[in-house]
C-alpha cells in the first residue's frame, strides 16, 4: 500500500480537488458577477425606457407649446396647473367618472365569479372539470379582435349599446380567463387541512369558501385583481366598438381612453399639447399609484404559490 502525504501548507482547495465525481472545480464567483452586472444592467436600461417617457408627459403638462416643441426634458419656467384645468373642463372629468363607473362593478364582479369558479374547478372532482377548465383558459389565447363582430351584434339584440351595464359585462367575460386560471393555480396550493377541518365542523361551501378559502388566497386575490384594474382600465377597443352614440339624442358616455382620442380631436389646429399632455397624466397617474402601493402585495401573490 502507498501513502501519499500531503504538505502542511497545501491548500484546502488543492487537496480536494478532483475529489468530485467529475473532477472538476466549481465555477468561481466571477461567472456570478458578470451575470449580476448583465441583469442589473439591463434592468437599468429598461427603467430608464419606461421612465423617460412618463417624465417627458409629466413635464409637458406645465409647459407651452413651444417649450415642448424646444427641449423634451427641459424644465417648465413657470409651474402652473392651467393645463390640468383646462383638459377637466375639456371632458377628461365626465371620461374619468364613465370609467370609474364601469370598473367600480366590473372589477368585483370579476374576481367574485372567477374566484369562485377557479375554486369550484380546483377543490370538486367531477365529469368533465378539465374541460371546463381548458375551456376558460382557451378564452385568454382567442384574439379579441376575431370577436368584435359577433360582441357587437350580440350586445345590439340585447339593447346594451353605449350602456354601463353592457360593457360591465363584457369586461367581466373578458377577464374570467386570466383569473380563473390565476385563481385556479393559487387555490390548488392551499392546505386541505384547513378544509377537511372546516367540513368536518359542519361548515356549509359557500361559508368554506368565503370564511376559510377567500381569506387564505388574499395575496392571489390582489394580485390578478391589480391584474384587471390595470388591464380594464387601458382597453380601448372595445369601448370603442360598444360606447359609441347610436342616435343623435343618445349621450356620450366615453371612457378615458376614447376621451383623450376625443381631446386630440378637438384640438383641430388649435395644438395645445399641454391639455392633452396634461390629459394623458391624469389618465396615467392612478394607475401607477395603485401599482406602486400594491407592488408588494403583488409580489407576494405571485410567488406565494410556488413557495408552498
Known sequence: MTTVIKAPGEPAAERSKGSGPSGERPAGPSE???????SHG?????AILIVLPLIWLALGSFKTDAQIGGSALSWPSHWNFDAFGRAWDKGIGD???????????????TMLLGSMAAYVLARYPFPGNRFLYYFFVSGAMFPVFLALVPLFF?????DM??????LILVYV???????????????????????EAAVIDGASDTRIFFQVMVPMAKPGLISVGIFNVLGQWNQYILPSVLMQPQTGSD????????????LQQQQGYETDLPVLFAGVTIAMVPMLVVYLSFQRQIQAGLTSATLK
Open 42 to 46: 439591463f434592468l437599468a436600461v429598461w
Open 154 to 158: 350580440m350586445v345590439k339584440r340585447f
Open 173 to 195: 367575460a373578458y377577464s374570467m380567463p386570466f383569473t380563473v386560471f390565476f385563481m385556479h393555480s393559487f387555490f390548488r396550493t392551499l392546505p386541505t387541512a384547513v378544509h
Open 161 to 166: 349599446l353605449n350602456t354601463y351595464q353592457g
Open 95 to 109: 371620461y374619468f367618472a364613465h370609467t370609474l363607473i364601469v370598473m367600480v362593478f366590473s372589477v368585483p364582479l
Open 32 to 38: 456570478g458577477m458578470v451575470l449580476n452586472v448583465f
Open 251 to 262: 349621450p356620450e358616455r366615453y371612457l378615458l381612453t376614447q376621451g383623450l382620442i376625443q
